[in-house]
């Protein structure tokens, strides 16, 4: 991560990162969402999601330590991350889903894993979810929303419920735009949801999961035998069950994939 980078990430709890995937890759993954997940839209909802999308085909295997997110994995997470838990969020036009929820597990009654430190110039989080964007979300469409900042604050318990359910959107409430094939990553101690969905086409977006090597917030671990033998050694060690004692790096020789 370079300097604003960072600095970014500690002020937003968030960070959009242009143009992860190719225009090849995207035309790929759409077809690929056609293929494995055809399901209609349910009628009265609009939205549609399913997990374990790493299943669906090998270049979403890939998604786990995509070469342009994988540095902030690193980085943000910490050198013994790991796969936690994948999903994906479909919408059509009118779809809602997700009121704002999140916060940080210093705030009493919220989720242990969630959780954001910065310590002698290093960043560190629990949960932390890394979403490809397949279609784009320009002003006003809806989707990922966010309250900027949120991560380090004290107050959560005192968000309105009427802010919460998006029936009233302050000024802090903020919905980022993006590009398909941008990735958004964010903390989950990052007070977040999914807003209605007002664009006229079609919302897709993978949201792939990480957690410290030692934590786990999915009670389903990932196993070898779900891939078919088809993971790379990086892939088995991110994919592994959490661990404390003698667990390897995530990602071999990563201090010059951050100096680089």
């Known amino acids: ?14 960070i959009v990162i242009k143009n992860v995937l190719s225009d090849e890759e995207i035309d790929n993954l759409n077809a690929i969402a056609d293929r494995e997940f055809p399901e209609e839209y349910d009628e009265e909802t609009g939205f549609k999601r399913t997990s374990r999308v790493s299943q669906w085909d090998p270049a979403c295997v890939n998604l786990f330590d995509h ?61 932390t979810v890394c979403t490809y964007f397949l279609t784009h979300a320009g002003p006003g469409d809806g989707g990922f929303a966010c309250v900027p900042g949120s991560h380090k604050s004290n107050f959560v ?20 735009e993006v590009e398909a094939g941008d990735a958004l990553i964010f903390t989950e101690a990052l007070i977040h949801g999914t807003m209605p969905w007002e664009g006229d086409h079609e919302r897709r977006a993978l949201l792939y999961k990480f957690s410290p090597g030692h934590s786990t917030w999915s009670q389903n671990y990932y196993t070898l035998d ?8 990086q892939q088995k060690r991110i994919l592994a069950p959490p661990s404390v004692g003698q667990r390897p790096d995530s990602v071999e020789d990563w201090e010059s994939m951050i100096d680089a």
């Open 67 to 127: 070469p342009k997110t994988l540095p902030y994995l690193v980085e943000l997470v910490g050198e013994k991350f790991r796969a936690d838990h994948d999903y994906c969020i479909f919408m059509e036009k009118g779809a809602k889903r997700g009121n704002l929820h999140g916060g940080s597990g210093h705030v009493i009654g919220r989720a242990a894993d969630h959780w954001y430190r910065y310590h002698d110039g290093v960043m560190r989080n629990g949960l």
């Open 226 to 233: 779900e891939f078919n033998g088809g993971l790379t050694e």
């Open 157 to 176: 318990p005192n968000l309105p419920a009427d802010v919460k359910s998006f029936d009233r959107r302050p000024e802090y409430v903020r919905q980022p």
């Open 1 to 14: 991560m370079t300097p604003e980078e960072k600095f970014i990430f500690d002020l937003q709890g968030y």
